[in-house]
Every structure is written in C-alpha cells, then in structure tokens.
C-alpha cells in the first residue's frame, strides 16, 4: 500500500546546532494557516457549532420521524474522534497525522497519515450496529441500507487532490492512497482496488508499513501538508 517516493532532487532539511532536522519553512508558517492543531472532527465540531438549530426544534425533529443533519454530524463526529485517536497513537513509530484538512468546494479530509509507509488519505463512515460491510470499486454497502454509499470513489477522489497539492508544494511527487474506515463495522468484505476499506480496529495495522518515505521526507511532507493555504487551489 502507498506509493514510492522519486529520489531526492536537492536538499530540503536543514540540521539545526543539535543535530535535529527542521524545514525553514515552518518557521514562518502564520498560526490562523497551520492546521498541526485542529482536533479529529475539527471541521464537523465547527458545523455544529455554528447550527442555529434548537434544542427542542431537534427534539420535535426527532419525535416527527425526521433525521436532523446535527445527527449525523454528531455520529460522525464520534466517529472522527475514534478513528482520530487510533492514528495518534501510531506517532510514536514516526507518523505524522493531520486532521480536518479542508479542501474547497467544502470537502473535508478527515484525516491525512503521513509515515515510512507513505501518505494516507482518511475517509471515515460511521456504520452503527452493522456486521459485514461489502465493498467494491466505488461503493460501500453496509447490511440495512438501501443504497451504496460511494465512499471508495470518494477516497479515490479526495487522495488525487491532496497529491497534486502536496507534490506542487513540495516540489517533488508524493503519492496518497485512499483509506476508508468503517467505524462500527464488525467485518469488511472489500474488492476496492487501489483503496484500502479497513474496520477502526484495523486502523493500526497502517502503522506496520514502511519502506517509502524517510525521516526527512516525512518531516518536509508534513511541514506542507499543515499549511492551509497548500490546499486552497488543489
């Protein structure tokens, strides 16, 4: 899984007096543009809480048989959160995780990996209660549902972006793959070709992986990647 680096043209890291690698780049970096703090589901949590839907209004929403959009977002968001804290536990291994990372057209990536084993493109789908979720070339179907979700082609999407935008501002070519976790399923069946459909107990099976970036790589990547205007015109 990921995608092998291309050798180095030049060099980008700089060692400090102590030894330790830096990218000069961060050092300038504005902190309203540096996406290094946003929380898992930083994006949802700003929705809801800009959501001048009431407490009761939800409630009556509710009792009406009707679905509140801050439902879902909350779902989500619960998910986000779960699948957020399984990747910040692989940092210790030398990955970098980013979360929230917004594109335009209002798209959100929920979570961008980077690490030895290359860049990852996190899409999260809370599955409540479900068993075995099928998934194809496109589509996730999960067991009540009446129609496919297209998560696959979504994560295949949304992982071509953040390439483009990575490699015009790294200026060299970065790989993403696409990740989709299902949060809440107990099973995945997945034929999804060049994206990865794991449950969130499988989420740290990404950690085992390497091979494709370096240390330094992973550091120059990451200094890119946390910088929100790198994402405005991918």
């Known amino acids: ?10 060099a980008e890291i700089k060692r400090g007096a102590v030894g330790r ?22 994006a949802l949590r700003a929705a809801l809480d800009a959501s001048r839907t009431g407490r009761w209004s939800l ?18 968001l619960s998910a986000e959160q779960l ?12 990955w970098e995780v980013l979360h929230s990372v917004v594109l335009p057209g209002d798209a959100v990536v929920p979570h961008l990996l980077i690490g030895p084993g290359g860049v990852f493109c996190v899409q999260v789908e809370p599955v409540r209660r479900a068993g075995t979720v099928v998934a194809d070339d496109a589509f ?13 082609r979504r994560a295949r999407q949304s992982a071509a972006r953040c390439a483009s935008a990575l ?13 989709v976790v299902l949060a809440g399923a107990s099973a995945v069946v997945a034929e999804a070709g060049d994206v990865e459909v ?37």
Not at 1 to 10: F, Q, S
Request: aromatic share 4%; charged share 30%; with cysteine.
């Open 21 to 42: 690698s830096y990218d000069p780049d961060r050092l300038f970096l504005h902190p309203d543009d540096d996406l290094a703090p946003n929380r898992p589901g930083e």
């Open 167 to 179: 490699t015009r501002g790294c200026g060299f070519g970065v790989g993403v793959a696409g990740v």
């Open 140 to 152: 996730v179907r999960v067991p009540g549902e009446r129609h496919p979700r297209p998560a696959v």
């Open 83 to 94: 699948v957020g804290a399984e990747l910040e536990g692989l940092t210790p291994g030398g």
């Open 59 to 76: 409630l009556l929403a509710r009792l009406l048989g009707r679905r509140p959009v801050e439902d879902a977002w909350r779902r989500a």
């Open 198 to 234: 794991l449950t969130e107990r499988q989420v740290g099976g990404l950690g085992a992986l390497g091979g494709v970036l370096r240390p330094e790589r992973v550091d120059r990547v990451h200094t890119v990647a946390r910088n929100r205007r790198v994402w405005l015109g991918c």
């Open 1 to 10: 899984m990921g995608v092998r680096e291309r050798p180095d043209t030049g």
